[in-house]
């Protein structure tokens, strides 16, 4: 069953599109992956689901739809329902996130009770319960600590616990391990997948680390310059990639299953850059991409579904 379906999604800051016609639909209970290079579209489109936009962005099309409801129809109070009760966000650096003045149950506390008729004893209850369910140790003492008593995995955690305080059908998952270390990258990872199974949950997560990708997500949708080039399942995607883009991004990535370093081999590069592209007419790719025709030029190509996979790009096929 489709949870939530973005369609045709456009969304503008001054004079710069952000985001061009962006589709995609993420099925209860799965991980969608949005993948691409910084700078493509990938926040502002999540920002764009919880409708938290900073005020100089605008969305110009499209449709949000959550459980079939059109998110960007609702007003600003029937929204204020939705976020955080039934859609989530992990932000990627939860010191920036967090209130440094607060203590972490507070926080904790103040989500449940906005969407919750709790009393603050039973709420304080809960946030020990949601902070021993994220491995959180001594749940009762920790509490009380302020995020900076805590490690930048128990931050996380601590975030994790607060998106899904309110049993959500969605959580967005915007780099949430950026700014941790290779193992507690791991452990964090591992927590969220463990609880979207557990609590039934699904989740977009947003990142540009396709060994992330390859290991947590169901599926993948990869962007670049603001469009969406290709989707498909994970499996089919990391063996046969079909878009351009997609293949230079697997091909750049270090083979650590075949023991390979960096240091023996040069690694394989995209040419160009994003910025040079993005200002073309047709095809944002087609500056940096080695089968390019003329016709790649001139617009840009659609997404086009080839079996249960789909890609915007006239020259390849499955």
């Known amino acids: ?56 962005a605008r969305v110009v099309s499209g449709r949000v739809l959550f459980d079939g409801t059109d998110l960007l129809a609702l007003s600003g109070a029937a929204m204020r329902e939705v976020r955080g009760k039934q859609i989530s966000l992990i932000q990627q650096e939860p010191m ?63 975030m994790i616990a607060m998106a899904v305080a309110c049993n959500p059908k969605l959580v967005i998952a915007d780099e949430p391990t950026t700014a941790l270390d290779v193992t507690t990258q791991a452990q964090v990872l591992d927590l969220l997948d463990d609880l979207r199974r557990r609590l039934g949950m699904a989740v977009l997560l947003i990142t540009h680390d396709l060994g992330v990708v390859a290991q947590w997500a169901d599926r993948i ?3 670049y310059a603001g469009r969406i080039v290709e989707q498909a399942a994970i499996g089919p995607f990391f063996a046969a990639p079909l878009h351009p883009y997609s293949r230079g991004l697997l091909a750049a990535r270090v083979d ?59 020259r390849t096929s499955t």
Not at 274 to 283: D, F, L, N, R, T
């Open 221 to 223: 949708s990869v962007m």
């Open 256 to 314: 650590v299953e075949a023991d390979e370093h960096y240091t023996q081999n040069r690694l394989s590069e995209i040419p160009g850059s994003v910025g040079s592209a993005a200002g073309e007419q047709g095809c944002a790719f087609a500056p940096r991409c080695p089968i390019v025709v003329a016709a790649c030029r001139t617009a840009p190509p659609p997404l086009r579904a080839q079996g249960e996979r789909a890609v915007a790009c006239p």
């Open 1 to 56: 069953m489709t949870l939530l379906a973005v369609d045709r999604l456009s969304v503008a800051f001054p004079g710069h599109l952000a985001v061009r016609e962006v589709s995609f639909a993420i099925e209860a209970g799965e991980t969608l992956a949005l993948v691409g290079e910084s700078g493509c579209g990938k926040s502002v489109t999540a920002f764009s689901v919880m409708r938290l936009l900073p005020p100089n």
């Open 96 to 158: 920036t996130s967090l209130n440094p003045v607060l203590s972490i149950g507070s926080q904790i506390i103040e989500v449940i009770r906005r969407h919750e008729s709790l009393s603050r004893k039973a709420a304080r209850t809960r946030t020990i319960e949601l902070l021993d369910l994220v491995s959180i140790p001594e749940p009762q003492r920790r509490i009380d600590d302020h995020p900076h008593n805590l490690s930048g995995g128990m931050r996380q955690r601590v």
